[in-house]
């Protein structure tokens, strides 16, 4: 199937420092999107690079894209507990309506 | 700005019983509707998306139906109701540029 792959499944960490979730997928994309999910709750769009993209900032976040090992990562930087969510890669893969594709996600537990 | 809301937050409803899930989105027009079920500890799968009134396409033959009767009302509904259906079922929407989804809060389904 086309759906992506986090790794690790789960990080722990201490406030201030840095984690980073990596997103494999299988196919040519159109976008790949990271997604964050508190407990319980809706999904967050955080940030959006583009297949001609390989490199993207969004305040702590910085997202890289190797679209020649069809892989993607997040790094969030000077984390904080208020980070603590589990994070999704989501691919666009598709030619004609929008259909993303979520990995299994990347439980992240920031202590304080 | 856009909203999207969804009721009921949760539900406990035994096997055979009937289903009815309820999605709007406010403060845009046409939008691109979304039905997805996340399984514990999981990514989300895609049940159903819709780019207009009336217009449904499934993408897992399964135990449940969706329907558009409003340009911003998109409701989840089954028969009757099997185990397996329970899950947290989440709306998203996005605009004509395809770009980010938003999410709902989400339902969470225990069926007993």
């Known amino acids: 199937s086309q759906q992506g792959e986090e790794d690790p499944q789960a990080l722990s960490i201490q406030e201030g420092e840095n984690a980073t979730m990596n997103c494999s997928y299988k196919?040519?994309?159109?976008?790949l999107q990271w997604y964050r999910q508190n407990s319980g709750r809706g999904l967050v769009h955080l940030i959006l690079i583009r297949s001609n993209e390989r490199e993207k900032h969004s305040g702590r976040l910085r997202v890289t894209l190797d679209t020649s090992k069809k892989s993607s990562s997040l790094l969030i930087t000077a984390s904080r507990a208020a980070d603590t969510a589990s994070y999704f890669c989501a691919t666009d893969w598709s030619t004609g309506f929008q259909k993303l594709v979520f990995g299994t996600g990347t439980r992240l537990l920031v202590s304080p | 700005s856009q909203t999207i809301h969804q009721w009921p937050a949760t539900l406990v409803q035994p096997v055979g019983s009937p289903l009815s899930l309820e999605c709007t989105v406010e403060g845009t027009s046409n939008p691109n509707l979304y039905w997805y079920r996340q399984a514990a500890g999981r990514g989300l799968q895609l049940l159903f998306y819709?780019?207009?009134?009336?217009?449904i396409s499934s993408e897992v033959p399964q135990n449940l139906s969706a329907s558009r009767p409003q340009d911003r009302q998109f409701i989840l509904s089954s028969k009757k109701l099997l185990l397996s259906d329970s899950g947290f079922y989440l709306c998203?929407?996005?605009?004509?540029?395809?770009?980010?989804?938003?999410f709902g809060p989400g339902t969470r389904l225990t069926v007993l």
């Open positions: 196919t040519s994309i159109n976008n």
């Open positions: 819709s780019v207009g009134i009336g217009q």
């Open positions: 998203a929407w996005s605009g004509f540029s395809y770009n980010e989804q938003f």
